[in-house]
């Protein structure tokens, strides 16, 4: 699938990958619609994309996803590709007293639960496309975890699943389904997790385009490749290796 003269619509699309995905579709003659909480990300990335339309909107709460979704109707009826690339993550030990708990409710929540409503709510748009995709944001961590991000971790394995189920359930529609699987990504993101050593985000948004392009359902960019099939070979080695 090439993606040109289409209408998409990014989740956290105010900065890092999202930002990188948006200018790369702007460039190519798509009509962009960039979502995020932060008004300011958005007014400043609105500067470097010529012809977006920002809706500041936090994906987790109800009233403001059933605000975008009435917009989306109302003046974007022709949307056909979504790109849930959103994200929440934080970097610390499963120990006692590391509020787990807590970290991982926000986690799920803007990481997957928020990605399942969204998605549900913009079908019935996107399936009126005679052509449509959806992307899921979800990581290297999908085929095994970090115990230094142990439930960002989990909330990917659960995007990986849902993605599988999704685009299962959608095989005779014409909306297809895609999973996007980077790793470690230098980002605002990702700073306290190392992200300084990371891949650039243009990397990530070049390797979205060629894997649509070539009809890849997981698009596995960089080094998430490699690790896939590692992975596969040797789960323990796998799992090992990424926690050394």
């Given at each position: 699938?090439?993606?040109?003269?289409?209408?998409v619509?990014?989740?956290?699309?105010?900065?890092?990958i999202?930002l990188?995905?948006?200018?790369t579709?702007?460039?190519?003659?798509?009509?962009?619609?960039?979502?995020?909480?932060?008004?300011?990300?958005?007014?400043?990335?609105?500067?470097?994309?010529?012809?977006?339309?920002t809706?500041?909107?936090?994906?987790?709460?109800?009233?403001?996803?059933?605000?975008?979704?009435q917009?989306?109707?109302?003046?974007?009826?022709?949307?056909?590709?979504?790109i849930?690339?959103?994200?929440?993550?934080?970097?610390?030990?499963?120990?006692?007293?590391?509020?787990?708990?807590?970290?991982?409710s926000?986690?799920?929540?803007?990481?997957?639960?928020a990605?399942?409503?969204?998605?549900?709510?913009?079908?019935p748009?996107?399936?009126?496309?005679p052509e449509?995709?959806?992307?899921n944001v979800?990581?290297?961590l999908a085929?095994?975890p970090?115990?230094?991000?142990p439930?960002?971790?989990?909330?990917?394995?659960?995007?990986?699943s849902?993605?599988?189920?999704?685009?299962h359930?959608?095989k005779?529609?014409?909306?297809r389904?895609?999973?996007?699987?980077p790793?470690?990504?230098?980002?605002?993101f990702?700073?306290?997790?190392?992200?300084?050593n990371?891949?650039?985000?243009?990397?990530?948004?070049?390797?979205?385009?060629?894997?649509?392009?070539?009809?890849?359902?997981?698009?596995?960019?960089?080094?998430?490749?490699?690790?896939?099939?590692?992975?596969?070979?040797?789960?323990?080695?796998?799992f090992?290796?990424?926690?050394?």
């Amino acid at each position: 699938m090439n993606i040109s003269n289409q209408t998409v619509l990014i989740t956290g699309g105010g900065s890092g990958i999202g930002l990188a995905i948006a200018k790369t579709l702007t460039e190519k003659g798509n009509r962009v619609v960039i979502v995020g909480r932060n008004e300011a990300k958005l007014q400043a990335a609105a500067t470097q994309l010529p012809g977006v339309t920002t809706i500041a909107t936090d994906i987790t709460n109800e009233t403001d996803v059933t605000r975008l979704v009435q917009r989306v109707h109302a003046e974007f009826s022709d949307l056909s590709v979504l790109i849930n690339n959103a994200g929440q993550a934080s970097a610390y030990q499963l120990t006692a007293g590391s509020d787990a708990f807590a970290k991982a409710s926000v986690e799920i929540t803007t990481n997957y639960l928020a990605m399942i409503r969204l998605t549900e709510l913009l079908l019935p748009v996107l399936g009126q496309q005679p052509e449509a995709a959806i992307v899921n944001v979800s990581s290297i961590l999908a085929y095994a975890p970090s115990a230094g991000v142990p439930t960002y971790s989990a909330s990917k394995a659960a995007v990986h699943s849902y993605t599988q189920a999704l685009r299962h359930t959608l095989k005779a529609s014409s909306v297809r389904v895609f999973e996007l699987m980077p790793p470690l990504v230098n980002t605002e993101f990702s700073t306290e997790i190392g992200g300084e050593n990371g891949i650039p985000p243009q990397q990530v948004a070049d390797e979205l385009l060629a894997g649509l392009a070539k009809g890849d359902e997981e698009i596995r960019v960089g080094q998430t490749a490699q690790f896939y099939e590692f992975s596969r070979a040797s789960p323990a080695e796998a799992f090992a290796m990424l926690n050394s």
